[in-house]
T-cell receptor
């Protein structure tokens, strides 16, 4: 059983809604990540947090806003999304940086209407 | 050229067959390589890291060829439970970048 949990598992939202995705890791890791997985596309790294500081932001639109209040929790705040943002959003953690093995959560399947 | 390229498949093989996947990467400065497995509608899970000398874990063998910039995954004696998508992952330290391939789908049939 994975040590990384995500809620909710499924989310349907309108383009004007505001929602948040939550990720929690129980592995004592120092780095956490948000990925987006769309159909027929590779996983896209969105954000990296190491020791609660954002170290990577891969040109993600501002309608996605991450928050890392501590090393165990990671949020992705969603605001005025577009239908093309519908995807599986995966959270992952690793002991340190990206060099380490990453452990993924089960993902949140997001549908934007 | 894509940073990490994989044949999407699907590879349909009978149970017991040996199957091999290749993955090519474009950045010669890439440092670490991994194979992940992703079952349908589930999260990716690490299958194995890939070392320069090659490494084996049971029926699975991973190899790295830095000169030609590819990694491979060999699965011997395929089981039905091996059916999944296999993701090639490359880490490049300079930009602290982890790049995933689109995955190769394997279907093992009776």
């Amino acid at each position: 059983e994975t040590g990384v949990t995500q809620t909710p598992r499924h989310l349907v939202m309108g383009m004007t809604n505001k929602k948040s995705l939550k990720c929690e890791q129980h592995l004592g890791h120092n780095a956490m990540y948000w990925y987006k997985q769309s159909a027929k596309k590779p996983l896209e790294l969105m954000f990296v947090y190491s020791l609660e500081e954002r170290v990577e932001n891969n040109s993600v639109p501002s309608r996605f806003s991450p928050e890392c209040p501590n090393s165990s929790h990671l949020f992705l705040h969603l605001h005025t999304l577009q239908p093309e943002d519908s995807a599986l959003y995966l959270c992952a953690s690793s002991q340190d940086g990206a060099l380490d093995t990453q452990y993924f959560g089960p993902g949140t399947r997001l549908t934007v209407l | 050229r894509k940073e990490v390229e994989q044949d999407p498949g699907p590879f349909n093989v009978p149970e017991g067959a040996t199957v091999a996947f290749n993955c090519t990467y474009s950045n010669s400065a890439s440092q670490s390589f991994f194979w992940y497995r992703q079952d349908c509608r589930k999260e990716p899970k690490l299958l194995m890291s890939v070392y320069s000398s090659g490494n084996e874990d049971g029926r699975f063998t991973a190899q790295l060829n830095r000169a030609s910039q590819y990694i491979s995954l060999l699965i011997r004696d395929s089981k039905l439970s091996d059916s999944a998508t296999y993701l090639c992952v490359v880490f490049t330290g300079g930009g602290n970048k982890l790049t995933f391939g689109t995955g190769t789908q394997l279907k093992v049939e009776l």
